[in-house]
């Protein structure tokens, strides 16, 4: 039977971190891995997850499965995280929710349900995007079309050019767009390019796919939020992949949910009963250990209270970071430009060197980057900052 198989191709970052772990230097420094990391270098448990975990204990009865839709309220206090108490749409019966084997579990369920719903809808992808949408979206069957988000001369968002691009895309195609804190960039869409879009959309008749992985790390959570708001108040549908795993660092606990806006409140629980479905067969029920965390924490106001503080130093904490590597190799013999790293959001930014550059790094300081350029901006802290701005410098003369 498996004779025929050839080997896969290995994931450049996972082979990477594989690279890093053989590494024996001791002052090696990782900023390929897309996980949070704090001063000491450890991605630690967020003690609000912790004492909710001691809560649990006590509160759980039962491991017996909670159902597909998994538990209803994780999926209310989920909604109300992203939209906000009083938004209209919470109210209107056109929006469901269903727990997700994180985000990659929620995009490939919303994935499943538009291909259902729409077989041939094209799905339209920001270039560059996160490396792992195209393989799973597209492995739903889509055909991916691409439209420009970054450019690389001018680190920014080339505006002019996305925009005149979706004004293009024809209706019923969908849009995936990045919440916040876009991966692999940095670069987020401002207000008013979300106000844009959401034009564009009205007008053309496109559904905007959005995934939302960092809510709470770029701007703050009112203001990460932005986005998917003014969408779900103006337009008519919307499919939105949710994650906890950076925000409420449960990377392990495989943590998100999958939401649909639809135009009625009876398409909202026909879409509902249709991703039941697909859920069904791809994963049959959802792990709810760490939706009763999120639950918990979101329903008790000390504990909500702690998490957002905890957040808010997370937020601060990679701020500080791009602002101190930035300064830190402005003054390079090539002269170039390291300032947007300051102006971006979230964890990673495009770094910009050359490939040749990379491989000095790697092979001669323990420096391990991606072949893009993307770097962890958590993955600095203050042990590394000096040896790391250093080597850049030297590399760069």
């Known amino acids: 039977m498996f004779e025929s198989l050839k080997p896969a191709a290995i994931d450049p970052i996972l082979g990477l971190m594989a690279a890093f772990r053989e590494d024996p230097r001791d002052n090696k420094i990782d900023l390929g891995v897309g996980v949070y990391q704090d001063d000491r270098g450890r991605t630690p448990v967020m003690e609000a997850v912790k004492r909710a975990e001691s809560k649990l204990m006590e509160l759980e009865k039962t491991k017996s499965y909670q159902g597909i839709a998994g538990d209803a309220e994780y999926n209310s206090r989920m909604l109300a995280l992203m939209f906000g108490d009083g938004h209209s749409i919470l109210s209107s019966g056109r929006i469901k929710t269903l727990q997700a084997p994180g985000g990659s579990g929620a995009l490939r369920v919303g994935a499943e349900v538009i291909k259902r719903a729409r077989p041939e809808a094209k799905l339209w992808v920001g270039v560059p995007t996160w490396p792992n949408h195209i393989p799973l979206l597209g492995g739903a069957g889509f055909e991916i079309e691409e439209y420009p988000y970054y450019d690389m001369q001018s680190r920014q968002i080339n505006s002019e050019l996305m925009m005149e691009t979706l004004r293009k895309v024809p209706a019923g195609d969908v849009v995936l767009l990045h919440g916040c804190c876009h991966n692999p960039t940095g670069a987020d869409l401002t207000n008013a390019q979300w ?23 770029g701007d703050g959570l009112e203001e990460d939020a932005y986005g998917m708001r003014t969408m779900a108040e103006k337009l008519p549908e919307i499919v939105i992949a949710s994650s906890c795993s950076k925000n409420f660092g449960l990377y392990r606990e495989r943590t998100g949910s999958i939401t649909f806006i639809t135009q009625t409140a009876e398409q909202a629980g026909i879409v509902a009963a249709q991703a039941m479905t697909v859920a069904r067969q791809l994963y049959s029920m959802p792990p709810a250990h760490g939706a009763l965390l999120v639950s918990l924490i979101l329903g008790d106001e000390q504990l909500c209270g702690d998490w957002k503080a905890e957040l808010e130093e997370v937020r601060l904490r990679i701020k500080s970071m791009r602002t101190l590597l930035a300064d830190s190799i402005q003054d390079n013999a090539q002269g170039m430009d390291f300032s947007h790293i300051k102006r971006q959001n979230g964890m990673f930014s495009f770094l910009g060197v050359k490939p040749e550059h990379l491989v000095r790094l790697r092979e001669e300081f323990g420096i391990y980057i991606v072949s893009s350029t993307r770097i962890n901006l ?6 590394n900052i000096n040896y790391l701005s250093e080597s850049i410098k030297e590399v760069l003369k």
């Not at 959401?198 to 939302?212: K, M, S």
Request: charged content about 20%; overall charge negative; hydrophobic content about 40%.
């Open 195 to 217: 106000d844009e879009i959401t034009e564009i959309a009205l007008e053309r008749g496109f559904i905007p796919f959005i995934d939302t992985a960092y809510q709470g790390l």
């Open 378 to 383: 958590a993955g600095i802290n203050s042990s």
